[in-house]
C-alpha cells in the first residue's frame, strides 16, 4: 500500500465578465464539474461567480472553509481580468487557468463567451503582477477537455509545495537506533510478510529477522525526525562500512519502502531521493533508482534484439543497481547476496539484496539535479524495458531508449549528470514536463532524449549527414 503520499482537494471556481451573461459561465462551470466527476472523482465547485474582487472575496472565504487546497480559475466567458488574477493571489496554494471553448456554431451572439481571448489578458495580468499559475499546453477546450487539463493538473499541485529540507545523521546514531530494536515484537509480522513477498525466492531466510529489525528502525525514524514535514524521503548510505556494522546489506529493505511509497536512494543521492519522490506522486506507484550501468553486448543485441525491436545497439543499455527495486516491479525475484560486494567481503555480510530482472514495460528516466556548476537541471527520456534476459545479476533490465546514444553524450556527459537515474514505471515524460516548469527549472535546462534531426547544441551537425 502506497503512503506518503500528499492528498489534493480541487475546487474550481468560474469568473464572468461583467459585459457576459453569468449564466453562460456559470451552465460551462457545471458541465466541467459534471464531466470530471464522471471521469476522475471529485472536485469542489464553488457556487460564487466572481465578477468582481468583491465576489472574488467572497468565493476565496468559500473554498477556504470547503478546504480547497488546489485552485481552478475558470474563464467560462471573457472573465475579469483583476479579480481572477487577485483571486490567484490571495489563495493559499497552486492554481490553474482553464477556460471555456465555443460550442457551436449555431449560437455565436448571445452563446459566445470570448474565453479565448480572456486567456491573453488574464496570462497578462498574472506577469504583471508576478505571479505564477499552471496555464496547461493548450487551456482552451470543452467540458471534457477540461476535465482531462484539470486532472493532469493534480500532480503539479500536489509537488507545489516541495519545500525541501535535509537531515544529517550518521551511521553510528542509525546503528544505536537498530540495536534498541533488537528483539521488537513487530519483528515476526514483518517476517511473515517478507516470506510472503519473496514465496520461492525467499533464499536467505536466515536474514529476514535482521532486515526486518532494520526495517522497522527506519520506519521509526521516519516518524521521529519528520517534525514539521508532512513526507519523506531517505538517502541511505549503504556502503562500505554498513555491511561490516551491521552484518548485511540494506537494498531488500530499500525496496520495500519505496514500495509503500517513502523512496529509499542508494549512496547518500539526495537528489536522487527527490527525484524519486517526484516521480512516486506523478505515477501514484512505486518507482526506482538505477544506475545508467553498462552496455549491451553486441552478441546479446544480435540474439535478443535485433530483428525483434526498432533500436539499434546504441539505443540500448542496462540500467542495475544492486537490489533496491521493489518487487513489483520485476519480473521474478530472489533474496542473494551482493555480489560486488562478496567479492572483497565475507558473503555473510553481504546478504540482503534483491534480485531480478526489470519487468517490461513503458519507462520514463528521468532526474531533477544541481549539477556541479550549481544549475538546477532536469532531464526526461522516455522508453522501454525489453522483454530480454539480462544473464546478469542485481535489479537489472535491458533498457530502450530511441537516440540513447546522442542523450547519454550531449546530455549526461555534456552537462555533468551523475549516474544514477530515476525511473518511473510508465510514460510521465509530460506531467514531468509541467512539473519540472512549475518548480522553477528554465525550460532550457530540461533536455530530453531529442529525435534524429534535431541536434542537441553541442552536436557536430556533420555526424548526421
Request: hydrophobic letters at 40%.
Amino acid at each position: 500500500m502506497m503512503k506518503n503520499m500528499p492528498e489534493e482537494k480541487i475546487g474550481i471556481v468560474a469568473v464572468s465578465r461583467d459585459c457576459f451573461p453569468m449564466s453562460l459561465s456559470e451552465n460551462r462551470r457545471k458541465a466541467v464539474v459534471k464531466s470530471y466527476r464522471e471521469k476522475y472523482g471529485e472536485i469542489y465547485e464553488c457556487p460564487v461567480c466572481v465578477e468582481n474582487e468583491s465576489d472574488m472575496r467572497k468565493a476565496l472565504a468559500d473554498i477556504k472553509e470547503a478546504g480547497v487546497n488546489a485552485l481552478v480559475v475558470y474563464l467560462g466567458n471573457f472573465g475579469p481580468e483583476s479579480a481572477e488574477t487577485l483571486l490567484i493571489k490571495e489563495f493559499d496554494g497552486p492554481g490553474m487557468v482553464v477556460a471555456a471553448a465555443e460550442e457551436t456554431g449555431d449560437n455565436l451572439v448571445q452563446g459566445r463567451g470570448d474565453a479565448y481571448c480572456g486567456v491573453l489578458n488574464a496570462s497578462y495580468n498574472l506577469k504583471l503582477r508576478n505571479l505564477k499559475a499552471y496555464i496547461p499546453e493548450y487551456p482552451v477546450g470543452t467540458a471534457d477537455e477540461c476535465a482531462d487539463m484539470i486532472h493532469e493538473f493534480a500532480p503539479i499541485k500536489q509537488l507545489y509545495n516541495l519545500g525541501v529540507e535535509i537531515e544529517e545523521n550518521s551511521e553510528l546514531d542509525l546503528f544505536e537506533a537498530y540495536n534498541k530494536h533488537a528483539g521488537d515484537a513487530r519483528i515476526a509480522d514483518v517476517v511473515a510478510d517478507m516470506e510472503k513477498e519473496l514465496g520461492d525466492g525467499n533464499k536467505k531466510p536466515e536474514i529476514l529477522a535482521k532486515l526486518a529489525q532494520y526495517e522497522l528502525t527506519l520506519l521509526d525514524w521516519v516518524e521521529a525526525h519528520k517534525g514539521s514535514r508532512d513526507f519523506v524521503a531517505i538517502a541511505g548510505k549503504c556502503w562500505p562500512a554498513f555491511q561490516t556494522q551491521f552484518g548485511f546489506v540494506p537494498c531488500y529493505v530499500n525496496s520495500r519502502l519505496t514500495k509503500q511509497g517513502i523512496p529509499v536512494s542508494c549512496e547518500v543521492d539526495i537528489y536522487g531521493a527527490l527525484s524519486e519522490f517526484i516521480g512516486t506522486v506523478i505515477s501514484q506507484d512505486a518507482v526506482t533508482l538505477l544506475d545508467i550501468n553498462n552496455s549491451i553486448p553486441a552478441d546479446l543485441y544480435e540474439q535478443g534484439i535485433r530483428g525483434r525491436f526498432a533500436y539499434t545497439l546504441k539505443d540500448t543499455f542496462m540500467g542495475f543497481h544492486c537490489g533496491n527495486t521493489p518487487s513489483s516491479k520485476l519480473a521474478f525475484c530472489e533474496m542473494k547476496n551482493q555480489l560486488i560486494m562478496a567479492r572483497s567481503l565475507p558473503e555473510e555480510v553481504t546478504n540482503g539484496t534483491l534480485e531480478g530482472d526489470i519487468a517490461p514495460g513503458e519507462i520514463t528516466f528521468y532526474r531533477l539535479q544541481s549539477t556541479s556548476d550549481a544549475k538546477i537541471r532536469a532531464y526526461i527520456a522516455q522508453g522501454e524495458v525489453l522483454p530480454v534476459a539480462t544473464r546478469s545479476f542485481g535489479s537489472i533490465g535491458i533498457f530502450a531508449i530511441p537516440e540513447m546514444g546522442r542523450f547519454y553524450r550531449h546530455v549526461l556527459i555534456e552537462k555533468n549528470y551523475p549516474h544514477h537515474g530515476a525511473v518511473a514505471f510508465g510514460n510521465y515524460g509530460k506531467t514531468l514536463y509541467e512539473v519540472f516548469r512549475y518548480l522553477g527549472v528554465s525550460v532550457e535546462e530540461i533536455d530530453f532524449n531529442r529525435p534524429k534531426g534535431m541536434l542537441y547544441p553541442t552536436e557536430n551537425p556533420f555526424t548526421q549527414m
